[in-house]
Each structure stands twice: as C-alpha cells, then as structure tokens.
C-alpha cells in the first residue's frame, strides 16, 4: 500500500513539475475567458520570445481575438506540445501558426537532434490537423550565433530542419511561412538591419514578418 502511495504521489508530483516546467497555467485565465464568451479566434500563433515580443512592437495585431498571441520566452518544441492543447486546440481557432525550434537548437531544454525537434513540431501540426484547424508552420529565423550560448555553429542546422519543414508543408497540405529568406544575410544569419543580437527582431524585423506572413496566410485569416 505504501509503495502504490509513493508511487501515485511520484506520478502527481512528476505531472505537476511538467506543467510547471511547459508553463501551462500562463494562459490559463485568458483562454477560459476565450471559451466562456465563445469568442471566434482565427489564427493562435505558438511560439516562444520571438513570437511573444512581436505584441509589444506590434499591439495592434494582437489587439482584439482574432489573432491569439500564445508566445512564450525561452521555450523549446517540447514544452509547447505539453501546452498545446490548452493554448491552442481548446480554442478552436481556424489556424495555428507554429514558429519554434531556434531554442532548441540552442539547447535551452537539454541537447535535442534537427530530427527531434522536427518531431515536436510535427506532433504539433498532426494535432491541428486532426481537428481541422489549418496549419501554417514557419520556417526558423536565421541566427548566426546565440549570444547566450557562443559557438554552436546553428546554422547547418537551421537550413536543415527549415528544409523539413518545408517538405512537410508540401506533403501534408500546410502552409508553409518562409520568414528566413527574407530576413538572412550572407552568412545565413540574422541581418544587423533587423535585430541588434542576431536572434531577436526589432521593429524592422517585424515589420517583414508581418508582410510575409500576410501574404501567406491567405485573405480568409485576415
């Protein structure tokens, strides 16, 4: 009896430091505030830093429902599956834009593989499909170097799993944003012009990411 105890308790303990390390309760009052008033949202845009300071250069995006915001800092592919179902299929947007995988790469979960990575975000996009939301996956911005991590050489990498993503647009019918041939220089990184720490855009930065995401995604999620 007392190991079947020790044991629940590990398994509760071990689901409540899951959520806690997805950050799953971050939305929470907003997305049931979403359900309640059956609000109709069009597009959830998932993602992590990147996605979350595109609302601070850009409030009137994310001003209203039609465009849900779901970015949060740091995080890598694994914790936004842990949370997709509460930040995007609960609210049963016509579209998900999914932009992830450059934290992975820079390993700030643990070192993952261009294969596993793309395995999340593939997990991502089936569980939207599957419930007839329309996908739209983004392609890696372009980084040269992570400041926070020098000398990982990110972008074999980068062009590799941008490559995945890519085909797998094409094979399964999704949409597929290519922000990195805007915004690359000529080494493959991020240009000056458009973020001062090569990761991160400024005002410019998300200036193009609009244009080109506009142009992607089609006049009925606009």
Excluded at 115 to 143: D, H, T
Aim: proline share 5%; charged share 20%.
């Amino acid at each position: 009896m007392k190991i079947l105890l020790s044991l629940l308790a590990c398994a509760i303990f071990g689901q409540i430091n899951a959520q806690e390390w997805a950050n799953v309760a971050r939305f929470k009052a907003d997305n049931e505030r979403i359900i309640a008033d059956n609000v109709p949202v069009k597009l959830v845009f998932m993602g992590n830093s990147i996605t979350e300071g595109w609302k601070s250069f850009d409030p009137n995006l994310f001003g209203g429902t039609n465009y849900i915001n779901r970015g949060i800092s740091g995080q890598t592919t694994p914790q936004m599956l842990v949370r997709f179902k509460q930040d995007v299929l609960d609210l049963n947007p016509k579209g998900v834009v999914i932009l992830a995988g450059t934290n992975d790469i820079a390993g700030n979960t643990g070192s993952m593989s261009v294969q596993e990575i793309f395995n999340q975000i593939e997990s991502m996009a089936g569980l939207a499909a599957l419930n007839k939301i329309e996908v739209f996956l983004c392609s890696v911005l372009p980084v040269y170097d992570y400041p926070w991590k020098p000398g990982l050489k990110p972008v074999p990498k980068i062009l590799a799993l941008n490559n995945m993503l890519k085909t797998l647009a094409a094979d399964k019918n999704y949409k597929y944003i290519d922000y990195f041939s805007e915004m690359s220089d000529d080494k493959n990184g991020l240009k000056l012009s458009l973020g001062s720490d090569g990761v991160h855009p400024n005002e410019n930065g998300y200036e193009i990411m609009k244009k080109v995401m506009l142009n992607t995604i089609g006049p009925s999620f606009k």
